[in-house]
């Protein structure tokens, strides 16, 4: 497309999402559950088909060199699409908050004030990779009566069409507008700069990739962001824990799945459990090629273990500990703020958890972190104090999602404090307005 023809696709685009949302906002709730149910259906009959489009994608970003964790972002599995259709079924079955007043006062002037949960009218969502990233939201439109354009990564556009063409399939026969989930057909990026910059038409912006992508829509757009950057998550094991839980949890949280934004980045451990539950946990991640980036004391203990282990071994007569297994490296200042998505994890030494919480604070992106502890006090202190999006005790960070806290879906996972935070479902795409119901009173 050139710059004029691109530029009026985007604006038809615009158009035809305003015209949908205002059918989409009086739409019954009969008919937006029988789209989510249809959609579900059409992705479980389809399982073969979304698989070949998949394979395009995935067979170009494997010749163009993308890391293996972005391929693994990319892929349409089975497991993943049926997640992706109860994903669907969980939103049928929910309330409709569409039209709930909520908060209904009688004034000393006779007056009734409430509020009324209504759509916010049409999101934009600009996204990277994961292609069921597509699903969800347009899972999450239909349900909360929106309507959305969608801009998802070149490196999945084709499987971005295939699920596209099956959201519109799913609405048109549930007597619903196609043009309520649109999908941006083009992978030029100048597309994104008009969609960011047209308030005529889109109500706000949700970007879900790179924090690169992010900075940029955060800096340009015309629109409101709900966004977040980067995923620094934490996992504290504090004294008094339980060791075997703490092992158990903090290896989930790193290597359940290493590219996921809920991923954690950063262990601190308080240095009363750290003889007993660091070496536990090294062998897990040194049998998984995860490397440890540690604090000076923390790399001291790990080192001596380490050279423990390699001795009893050598005595055992059964050689020398694999140097490339046991991955351990010196933490700088850049490691704390970092997010690997990948086998990488920081590791740091603290007094207890009022260091741990002041560490979290300072370096965290105030996304997801969690506390692993025998000791209610310090849970609650945890619970209040760390400020961010998501606060866990005794479970893993990889539970902050969407479709894991009950929400059906998610659009994406806020950082920011206002008017949505965490895993943003049905209600962080609605607005309240005031309804003001009286009987004839006048202001004196």
Known sequence: MNEITLSEHTQTLGIQAKQASALMAKASAVSKN????????????????????????????????????????????????????????QLAAMADVIGEVIGMKEQPSGI??????????VFGMIFESRPNVTIEAASLSIKSGNACILRGGSEAIDSNKALARLVQQALAESGLPENAVQLVQTTDREVVGQLIAMPQYVDVIIPRGGKGLIERISREAKVPVIKHLDGNCHTYVDDPCDIVQAVKVADNAKTNKYSPCNATESLLVARGVAVDFLPKI???????????????????????????????LMDKGQGAMNEEVFKLTPATEADWFEEYLAPIISIKLVAGVDEAIRHINQYS???????????????????????????????????????????????????DKFHARGPVGIEGLTSLKYVVLGQGEVRS
């Open 112 to 121: 009734r004030v409430g509020q009324m949960r209504v759509p916010i009218g």
């Open 34 to 89: 029988a789209a989510l149910k249809k959609l579900a259906a059409l992705l479980r009959s389809n399982v073969e088909t979304l698989q070949i489009d998949n394979a395009k994608d995935i067979a170009r970003a494997m010749a163009a060199g993308l890391a293996a964790p972005m391929v693994d972002r990319l892929k349409l599995t089975p497991k993943v699409i049926e997640t992706c259709a109860q994903g669907c079924e």
């Open 365 to 415: 992106s105030h996304h997801t972190d969690a506390i692993l502890t025998r000791d209610h006090v310090h849970a609650q202190a945890f619970l209040r104090e760390v400020d961010s999006a998501s606060v866990m005790v005794n479970t893993s960070t990889r539970f902050a999602d969407g479709f894991e806290y009950g929400l059906g879906a998610e659009i994406g996972i806020s950082t």
């Open 282 to 312: 090294a062998a897990i991640y040194a049998a998984k090629g995860v490397e440890m980036r540690c604090c000076p004391e923390s790399l001291a203990l790990l080192q001596s273990y380490k050279e423990n282990r390699a001795s009893a």
